[in-house]
């Protein structure tokens, strides 16, 4: 459900618990009267349109408007400053830790530097003593980039007695990739529904429901004894895989309890360099009927997050046990790909083709892209306008939150840059470049 964008996670669809931020470059702010009232009644009219649960974005949208109207915000005059206080003020009443307000004019654009290693959320797998299979999981990238990795990592761990699902550092994504790792635990030859996300049709009171089914996979793991190590950091998606195991009976969830966030939504622009990210949907379990939000999932081994591994291992078994994963296996049989997905060179190419155009071809995007995803080819757009066009371009590596990185060659200076895509190859958003170094 949209990766974040809660913090850079994963790119923004309408179905991901999270999402990234093309940024603009950083100005100082200076905020009048005129745009603290823009401002906060567009985001009050927004939240009404969109919010999950009507009524609740009502009583956001009258919270924030009565603050404006008795002057609280009046001695703000810093946007970073005012986006944080709409946060708290909107979370104060309407407790959704998805909810945020923040400053894109303010806000550093991502670099390529910045993101995670491992390859889109798949961060290493492990083959352990006496044939339990390890999994690291910290972020579920769209479908696209996260299932191959995923495939891999099982291949590798195939044949194990029992398997351990990591996801204390997962912060988020996909709902897609959450369901495919979850297709591997279920019964093979067996169609289940795994989760749904029930979604608000914008300007409306009707809804609409989107089923996550498993699929089949290479290989089956079903009837294995499944843990899931969970933290209070376990976030949006991470949290969706733990209430999935433990509904559907496939695992034991190991740990703390978890983050409390079950609403995916989509960054919509509120205006003067403000953005809003805005759950649109909520999650709901075929099991339950419910989901986790505001509660976190319940360990059924609720114990301190970092003494998981060992008391999982314990478990299984292995006497004496690791504290954590380096110590009980140095060498993962997990590695990111060395190839790009294809289509990333033949799209920055065409990205560059056309940099000199007075705006972006958005051709280069599926026609019913959002005004976030509009946003950030326009933004790359502008990035990529100073440059030349490169002597070289290539690839570099994968990365945790689902981009393929590449490296820009110019005769005085080379750049990195990361291009997602999606499964028909479309531009989904670009992070850098930055300087190489």
């Known amino acids: 459900m949209l990766l974040p964008l809660l913090a850079l996670t994963v790119p923004p669809s309408a179905g991901a618990q999270t999402a990234t931020a093309s940024a603009t470059p950083a100005r100082t702010s200076n905020l009048d009267a005129a745009a603290r009232t823009a401002i ?60 945020m307000v ?46 191959p990795a995923l495939d891999r990592a099982m291949a590798g761990l195939k044949g194990s007695r029992a398997l351990i699902l990591d996801v204390r550092g997962n912060g988020g994504g996909d709902p897609a990739s959450v369901s495919y790792l979850v297709s591997y635990l279920v019964p093979a030859g067996k169609r289940t529904e795994i989760n749904r996300i029930v979604e608000r049709k914008t300007a409306t009171t009707e809804f609409k429901r989107d089923s996550f089914f498993s699929e089949p996979t290479p290989v089956s ?8 190590l969970t933290s209070g950091n ?19 969830v190991v740990g703390e309890v978890t983050g409390g966030g079950a609403n995916p939504g989509e960054r919509v622009s509120i205006g003067h360099g403000v953005m809003a990210f805005i759950p649109t949907g909520r999650a709901e379990s075929p099991v339950t009927g419910s989901n986790w939000e505001g509660r976190g999932v319940q360990p059924d081994l609720k114990i301190p997050a970092a003494d998981a591994f060992a008391t999982t291992l314990r478990r299984l078994g292995q006497m004496p046990a690791a504290a954590t994963i380096e110590a009980a296996s140095p060498v993962s049989v997990f590695a990111p790909r060395t190839v790009a997905l294809k289509g990333g060179e033949a799209m920055l190419r065409r990205l560059f083709a056309g940099r ?36 070289a371009i290539r690839f570099r590596r994968p990365d945790g939150f689902g981009f393929d990185e590449f490296t820009l060659v110019y005769p005085d200076r080379t750049l990195l840059i990361g291009i997602m895509l999606d499964s028909d190859g479309k531009f989904i958003d670009l992070i850098g470049p930055d300087p190489s170094k």
């Open 40 to 99: 906060v009644a567009q985001l009050a009219a927004e939240l009404r349109s969109r919010y999950v649960y009507p009524e609740v974005g009502e009583r956001g949208a009258t919270a924030i408007t009565a603050a404006a109207t008795s002057g609280a915000y009046d001695r703000i005059v810093d946007l970073p400053a005012l986006a944080t206080r709409l946060t708290e003020d909107l979370r104060g009443v309407m407790a959704d830790k998805h909810l």
């Open 102 to 147: 923040f400053d894109t004019s303010n806000r550093p654009a991502p670099g390529v530097a910045s993101m995670p290693s491992g390859e889109a959320g798949i961060v290493r797998a492990d083959r352990l003593p006496g044939g339990i299979g390890y999994l690291q999981i910290d972020g579920f990238a769209n479908p696209w980039a996260f299932k």
């Open 221 to 228: 793991f079903a009837g294995v004894p499944a843990y899931v």
């Open 234 to 252: 376990t976030f949006s998606g991470g949290e969706e895989l733990a209430y999935d195991m433990q509904t559907l009976k496939l695992g034991t």
């Open 356 to 391: 000199a155009a007075s705006e972006p071809d958005y051709t280069l995007m599926k026609p019913d892209a959002s005004e976030a995803g509009r946003a950030a080819l326009a933004a790359t757009h502008r990035r990529l306008q100073p440059l030349g066009i490169p002597q």
